[in-house]
């Protein structure tokens, strides 16, 4: 496995729609882990408007930060880039100043790709709530995105949205890659060709011989699912029910990669030095953090043509 790991690169983004639910908390977390595990780890904070990521990581505000980077010189994402405290792993630190409403698309994409060329065996994009482009690039592009929710309605709803937006954004994404917009479209708008799911529209364009390579494209975007804040035995059968359902509805391959339980100590453990956060936390939190993330390394299977987020 390390062996494996060592010749590839594997990237993550970890979304929710929702806010507040433990994006940042976790990416930092994962972070920690990967370089814990000799990894040369980054991660990114996307939460453009929102950025926080740095706080989990004991990180004072610093002028090393993603608004360094200049569309016109997309090497200049190398100024970007901070060590942290924690030996292997880098951090992109982000910006309020850099409002992902003043940032085209084009540049949102041009940054998530120079980001993704960096030499690093992990990079981590941790995403803001939403459905913006600086959400739905990343999350579409990695390899492995993870699609977070607490147990609550709203979560789960939103987390829901999200996947929508992601779908048909990556359908977009490789229509236009395969040179296929305009036969896609056309079945898209047949008034008889009516598609109750996602799942049967991919069934339909799977069962055609117009459009090959089609839905092996669109199943690169399988997403994790992970539950946090579980607070009861009644709740931990809600990620592996979201994955069934989503699996069934969207016709990708979806899974759920764990759960993770509130932790009511977390509040005491989030005022210490984040390097020493572990010692106050709950140990069964800890070992189903862990567990989540080796879950996650293993899930990934690299293929080089994923990082080609451009056509
Ligand atoms: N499993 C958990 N147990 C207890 N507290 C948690 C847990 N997960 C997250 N939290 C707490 O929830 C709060 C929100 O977490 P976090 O900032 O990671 O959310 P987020 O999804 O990144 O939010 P935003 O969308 O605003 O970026 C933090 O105070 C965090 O410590
Ligand atoms: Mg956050």
């Known amino acids: 496995m390390r062996e494996r790991l060592q010749k590839t690169k594997h990237t993550f983004a970890i979304g929710s729609g929702k806010g507040g639910v433990g994006k940042s908390l976790l990416s930092s977390n994962f972070g920690i882990h990967c370089s814990k595990k000799a990894y040369k780890t980054l991660i990114i904070d996307m939460d453009l408007g929102g950025a ?3 706080t989990y990581l004991d990180f004072r505000p610093t002028p090393t930060r993603i608004d ?3 569309p016109r010189e997309p090497e200049s994402i190398l100024k970007t880039i901070s060590s942290t405290a924690f030996p292997g792993l880098d951090i992109i630190v982000g910006s309020d100043e850099l409002l992902a409403s ?5 540049s949102i994409e041009l940054l998530v790709y120079e980001i993704m060329k960096l030499d690093y065996e992990v990079i981590i994009f941790d995403l803001g709530a939403g459905v ?3 959400t739905l690039i990343p999350f579409c592009a990695v390899d492995t ?3 977070l ?3 609550e309605d709203t979560s789960i709803e939103n987390a829901y949205f999200l996947l929508k937006k992601a779908f048909h954004f990556k359908l977009r994404q490789v229509s236009k890659e395969l040179g ?3 036969g896609i479209q056309e079945i898209i708008n047949k008034p008889l060709k009516k598609f109750s799911t ?3 529209l991919l069934k339909y364009i799977g069962g055609s011989e117009q459009f090959p390579g089609f839905n092996s494209k669109m199943k690169e975007l399988s997403p994790g699912i992970l539950l946090n804040q579980v607070r009861s035995f009644n709740e931990e059968s809600i990620g592996p029910s979201m994955a069934q359902v989503c699996r069934h509805y969207f016709g990708l391959d979806i899974i759920s990669v764990g759960l993770i339980q509130y932790d009511s100590s977390m509040w005491v453990a989030s005022r210490k030095n984040k390097s020493k956060m572990m010692n106050y936390l709950d140990l069964k939190f800890c070992g189903q953090m862990s567990s989540v993330f080796q879950n996650l390394l293993k899930s990934v299977t690299f293929n080089p043509q994923r990082n080609k987020i451009r056509a």
Do not use: K, M
């Open 52 to 54: 926080n990521l740095h």
């Open 68 to 70: 360094l980077w200049n």
């Open 102 to 106: 003043q940032i085209e698309s084009a």
């Open 132 to 134: 913006g482009p600086e």
């Open 145 to 147: 995105p993870v699609l």
């Open 149 to 151: 929710s607490t147990p």
């Open 180 to 182: 296929y917009e305009q």
């Open 198 to 200: 996602p799942s049967d």
